[in-house]
Antibody, heavy 116, light 107 residues
Framework: QVQLVESGGGLVQPGRSLRLSCAAS????????IHWVRQAPGKGLEWVAT????????FYGDSVKGRFTISRDTSKSTVDLQMNSLETEDTAVFYC?????????WGQGTLVTVSS | DIQMTQTPSTLSASVGDGVTITCRASQSINNWLAWYQQKPGRAPKLLIY???TLETGVPSRFSGSGSGTEFTLTITSLQPEDFATYYC?????????FGQGTKLEIK
């Protein structure tokens, strides 16, 4: 069955970096776009970034543009989110999701806490 | 950029009631609209895509309609498990914007 498993979350100080990973299984990895979506405590869903099925196209939300970088490794079936210059406002649960249009499968999420 | 506005932000209803949630796009998005359900501490779950297509396994009491800029999610005969937060999303491409969410509470 389709599985997406996030890892890499944790506590990090403002200004520092963190790298999240999304491990995919149960479907042809190279055929699907992968997205990152975050949810700050008590808030709604915010789209963060998208990488196309072949990795050639990458898109970012305005709040993370220039700070976050999305990448994929076909050999490992993983999608990473490199997060630099983290701010307290980046504190959230980060989900990865699959989908070329709608997001039809989601991981369980990983919590990122940015605090001094 | 596209903006998605959901109303209401909170909705109170009883088991057995029917409810409707509205989502408006700031510009036409054709039928590139998805609806998700999220329960506390859980990942969102896809309910409806392309504005009106029910995802496999989703009960038929859920339905979606609309095109262009105005969309609705209707739930008939509410069940206890339906009390959750619902989000609409533009899914036609960058940016994949979500609405602010509608929390459906038990009256």
């Amino acid at each position: 069955q389709v599985q997406l498993v996030e890892s890499g979350g944790g506590l990090v100080q403002p200004g520092r970096s963190l790298r999240l990973s999304c491990a995919a299984s149960g479907f042809p990895f190279s055929s699907h776009a992968i997205h990152w979506v975050r949810q700050a405590p008590g808030k709604g869903l915010e789209w963060v970034a998208t990488i196309s099925y072949d990795g050639t196209n990458k898109f970012y939300g305005d709040s993370v543009k220039g700070r976050f970088t999305i990448s994929r490794d076909t050999s490992k079936s993983t999608v990473d989110l490199q997060m630099n210059s983290l701010e307290t406002e980046d504190t959230a649960v980060f989900y990865c999701a699959r989908g070329s249009r709608e997001f039809d499968h989601w991981g369980q999420g990983t919590l990122v806490t940015v605090s001094s | 950029d596209i903006q998605m506005t959901q109303t209401p932000s909170t909705l109170s209803a009883s088991v057995g009631d029917g409810v409707t949630i509205t989502c408006r796009a700031s510009q036409s998005i054709n039928n590139w609209l998805a609806w998700y359900q999220q329960k506390p501490g859980r990942a969102p779950k896809l309910l409806i895509y392309k504005a009106s297509t029910l995802e496999t396994g989703v009960p038929s009491r859920f339905s979606g309609s609309g095109s262009g800029t105005e969309f609705t999610l209707t739930i008939t005969s509410l069940q206890p498990e339906d009390f959750a937060t619902y989000y609409c999303q533009h899914c036609g491409g960058n940016p994949y914007v979500f609405g602010q969410g509608t929390k459906l509470e038990i009256k």
